[in-house]
Nanobody, 121 residues
Framework: QVQLVESGGGLVQAGGSLRLSCTAS????????MGWFRQAPGKEREFVAAISLYGSSTSYTDSVKGRFTISRDNAKNTVYLQMNSLKAEDTALYYC??????????????WGQGTQVTVSS
């Protein structure tokens, strides 16, 4: 089992930046691909970004390309999402997820409880 805890959310003005963190425990962190998802009120959960086991490959949804950067530090069991040039449309509950083969097949087995990001316009 893997436990994931997100942090770093908050309230920020449009155009500002936030960095989300997700720390894992329970299993070998480097065995898992990691992803970030988000869900706005009344909307379906959507994919945001993913990173492979050792950070050699990344993937982003079109709406965040050029603004968000996903990274990982396996020595600290932590994945980050750097969010720049934030827009009101980015307001959502952001979830961290882990999957044994998540980057390759899009399946994530473990999920955090989420951290709220609110962008004011």
């Amino acid at each position: 089992q893997v436990q994931l805890v997100e942090s770093g959310g908050g309230l920020v003005q449009a155009g500002g930046s936030l960095r989300l963190s997700c720390t894992a425990s329970g299993r070998t962190f480097s065995s898992y691909a990691m992803g970030w998802f988000r869900q706005a009120p009344g909307k379906e959960r959507e994919f945001v970004a993913a990173i492979s086991l050792y950070g050699s490959s990344t993937s982003y949804t079109d709406s965040v390309k050029g603004r968000f950067t996903i990274s990982r530090d396996n020595a600290k069991n932590t994945v980050y999402l750097q969010m720049n040039s934030l827009k009101a449309e980015d307001t959502a509950l952001y979830y961290c997820a882990a999957g044994l083969h998540g980057f390759a097949n899009g399946r994530y087995d473990y999920w955090g409880q989420g951290t709220q990001v609110t962008v004011s316009s």
